[in-house]
Protein backbone atom coordinates (compact mmCIF):
# COMPACT_ATOMS: atom_id res chain seq x y z
CA UNK A 1 0.00 0.00 0.00
CA UNK A 2 1.34 3.51 -1.01
CA UNK A 3 1.07 6.34 0.96
CA UNK A 4 -1.82 7.94 -1.09
CA UNK A 5 -3.95 4.63 -0.68
CA UNK A 6 -6.23 4.78 2.20
CA UNK A 7 -8.51 2.26 3.80
CA UNK A 8 -12.03 2.32 3.57
CA UNK A 9 -14.10 1.56 6.67
CA UNK A 10 -16.54 -1.66 5.81
CA UNK A 11 -19.05 -2.70 8.02
CA UNK A 12 -20.66 -5.95 7.40
CA UNK A 13 -24.28 -6.87 8.02
CA UNK A 14 -26.83 -9.25 7.48
CA UNK A 15 -31.13 -9.10 6.12
CA UNK A 16 -33.54 -11.61 6.66
CA UNK A 17 -36.57 -11.54 3.82
CA UNK A 18 -39.07 -13.85 5.52
CA UNK A 19 -41.76 -14.91 3.19
CA UNK A 20 -45.32 -16.82 3.60
CA UNK A 21 -46.64 -19.72 1.30
CA UNK A 22 -49.45 -17.11 1.03
CA UNK A 23 -47.11 -13.91 -0.35
CA UNK A 24 -46.12 -12.27 2.16
CA UNK A 25 -43.23 -10.33 3.56
CA UNK A 26 -42.17 -9.85 7.10
CA UNK A 27 -41.08 -5.61 7.36
CA UNK A 28 -40.10 -3.64 9.88
CA UNK A 29 -40.51 0.14 10.15
CA UNK A 30 -37.27 1.37 11.63
CA UNK A 31 -37.22 3.12 14.39
CA UNK A 32 -33.99 5.35 13.74
CA UNK A 33 -31.77 7.17 11.05
CA UNK A 34 -31.42 6.70 8.64
CA UNK A 35 -34.64 5.73 6.64
CA UNK A 36 -36.83 6.59 10.16
CA UNK A 37 -40.11 5.79 9.47
CA UNK A 38 -39.29 3.74 6.48
CA UNK A 39 -40.09 -0.06 5.85
CA UNK A 40 -37.21 -2.10 5.95
CA UNK A 41 -36.13 -5.63 5.91
CA UNK A 42 -35.56 -7.46 9.24
CA UNK A 43 -31.29 -7.33 9.66
CA UNK A 44 -28.29 -5.61 11.48
CA UNK A 45 -24.47 -6.36 12.24
CA UNK A 46 -22.84 -9.11 11.84
CA UNK A 47 -20.67 -9.48 15.63
CA UNK A 48 -16.86 -10.61 15.77
CA UNK A 49 -16.82 -14.11 15.68
CA UNK A 50 -20.33 -14.90 14.14
CA UNK A 51 -21.63 -16.00 10.42
CA UNK A 52 -23.79 -13.59 8.60
CA UNK A 53 -26.13 -16.89 8.83
CA UNK A 54 -26.31 -16.57 12.20
CA UNK A 55 -26.74 -13.07 12.88
CA UNK A 56 -29.86 -12.93 10.01
CA UNK A 57 -31.53 -15.50 12.16
CA UNK A 58 -30.79 -13.38 15.24
CA UNK A 59 -31.82 -10.52 14.06
CA UNK A 60 -34.93 -11.53 12.83
CA UNK A 61 -35.97 -13.27 16.37
CA UNK A 62 -34.59 -9.61 17.99
CA UNK A 63 -36.77 -7.57 15.40
CA UNK A 64 -39.57 -9.60 15.20
CA UNK A 65 -39.97 -12.23 16.98
CA UNK A 66 -39.89 -15.18 14.31
CA UNK A 67 -37.43 -17.69 15.47
CA UNK A 68 -35.91 -19.57 12.05
CA UNK A 69 -32.62 -21.78 12.16
CA UNK A 70 -30.04 -20.56 10.89
CA UNK A 71 -29.49 -23.33 8.38
CA UNK A 72 -33.41 -22.92 7.08
CA UNK A 73 -32.16 -19.41 5.81
CA UNK A 74 -30.86 -19.67 1.78
CA UNK A 75 -28.19 -17.21 1.04
CA UNK A 76 -30.08 -15.06 -2.08
CA UNK A 77 -26.85 -12.37 -2.32
CA UNK A 78 -24.80 -10.17 -1.53
CA UNK A 79 -25.31 -6.28 -2.11
CA UNK A 80 -22.73 -4.04 -1.89
CA UNK A 81 -22.91 -0.79 -3.86
CA UNK A 82 -20.83 1.79 -2.30
CA UNK A 83 -23.61 4.17 -1.47
CA UNK A 84 -26.47 1.96 -0.33
CA UNK A 85 -26.17 3.56 3.14
CA UNK A 86 -25.64 6.99 3.57
CA UNK A 87 -23.65 6.14 7.00
CA UNK A 88 -20.64 4.63 5.39
CA UNK A 89 -20.18 1.49 2.81
CA UNK A 90 -21.68 -1.35 4.14
CA UNK A 91 -21.95 -4.79 2.75
CA UNK A 92 -24.78 -6.91 3.34
CA UNK A 93 -25.63 -10.89 3.05
CA UNK A 94 -29.30 -11.44 2.51
CA UNK A 95 -31.12 -14.83 3.45
CA UNK A 96 -34.68 -15.89 2.50
CA UNK A 97 -36.97 -18.03 4.72
CA UNK A 98 -40.40 -18.87 4.48
CA UNK A 99 -42.67 -19.26 7.69
CA UNK A 100 -45.98 -20.57 8.19
CA UNK A 101 -49.05 -18.51 7.25
CA UNK A 102 -50.21 -16.97 10.14
CA UNK A 103 -46.93 -16.50 12.01
CA UNK A 104 -47.14 -14.64 14.93
CA UNK A 105 -44.91 -10.85 15.35
CA UNK A 106 -43.73 -8.98 17.52
CA UNK A 107 -42.07 -5.65 16.98
CA UNK A 108 -38.83 -5.37 19.58
CA UNK A 109 -34.87 -4.19 19.22
CA UNK A 110 -35.19 -0.63 17.24
CA UNK A 111 -38.10 -1.72 15.58
CA UNK A 112 -41.33 0.78 15.55
CA UNK A 113 -43.69 -1.59 14.42
CA UNK A 114 -43.33 -5.08 12.40
CA UNK A 115 -46.20 -6.16 9.59
CA UNK A 116 -46.73 -8.94 6.99
CA UNK A 117 -47.17 -7.02 3.31
CA UNK A 118 -48.60 -8.77 0.75
CA UNK A 119 -45.97 -8.78 -2.19
CA UNK A 120 -48.31 -7.24 -4.66
CA UNK A 121 -48.82 -4.51 -2.38
CA UNK A 122 -45.79 -3.29 -0.45
CA UNK A 123 -45.78 0.41 1.46
CA UNK A 124 -43.82 3.02 -0.95
CA UNK A 125 -40.60 3.75 1.16
CA UNK A 126 -38.77 0.95 1.38
CA UNK A 127 -35.21 1.45 3.27
CA UNK A 128 -31.92 1.30 1.51
CA UNK A 129 -31.75 -0.84 -1.69
CA UNK A 130 -34.68 -3.78 -0.16
CA UNK A 131 -36.72 -3.52 -2.93
CA UNK A 132 -33.89 -5.06 -5.09
CA UNK A 133 -33.20 -7.46 -2.50
CA UNK A 134 -37.10 -8.53 -2.54
CA UNK A 135 -37.24 -8.39 -6.12
CA UNK A 136 -33.91 -11.03 -6.19
CA UNK A 137 -35.66 -12.73 -3.49
CA UNK A 138 -38.85 -13.55 -5.11
CA UNK A 139 -37.87 -13.56 -8.85
Not at 14 to 28: E, G, Q, R, Y
Not at 120 to 133: G, S
Amino acid sequence: MTETETFETIRYTADVVALTPDSKVLLIERDWPPYEGHWALPGGHVDPGETSRAAAAGELVEETGVPVGAYDLRQIGVWDSPGRDPRGRYVTVAYAAVVPPGTQIVAGDDARTARWWPLNDLPDRLAFDHAATLSTATA
